[in-house]
Nanobody
Framework: QVQVVESGGGLVQPGGSLRLSCVAS????????MGWYRQAPGKQRTVVAA???????NYADSVKGRFAISRDSTKNTVSLEMNSLKPEDTAAYYC???????????????WGQGTLVTVSS
């Protein structure tokens, strides 16, 4: 079994910064990629940023230049540094880990419970 837990959400004023963190734990043989998604009320969940095991990153156009994703593969963690936050960044942020579990082949997707980010004055 694999668990993914996010932390670091909260209330921030427009123009401010927040750092989200996510840790994957459990029966993990390897992690192919980790990423952050967000879902605003009444909207679909969309990708924010992702990073592969080789360090390749991908960002949604709306956050390019403002957000930065990083990963510590030794600790199975991924972080999202969010700067110049806007009200439209308000959403629940979810961490996704694509992992191969110990003793198995093939990847599975494991989601965290989410952490709320509110950007408001």
């Amino acid at each position: 079994q694999v668990q993914v837990v996010e932390s670091g959400g909260g209330l921030v004023q427009p123009g401010g910064s927040l750092r989200l963190s996510c840790v994957a734990s459990g029966s993990i043989a390897s992690i192919t990629a980790m990423g952050w998604y967000r879902q605003a009320p009444g909207k679909q969940r969309t990708v924010v940023a992702a990073i592969t095991s080789t360090g390749r990153t991908n960002y949604a156009d709306s956050v390019k230049g403002r957000f930065a994703i990083s990963r510590d593969s030794t600790k199975n963690t991924v972080s999202l540094e969010m700067n110049s936050l806007k009200p439209e960044d308000t959403a629940a942020y979810y961490c996704l880990a694509i992992v191969t579990m110990t003793g198995t082949t093939g990847d599975v997707e494991v989601w965290g419970q989410g952490t709320l980010v509110t950007v408001s004055s």
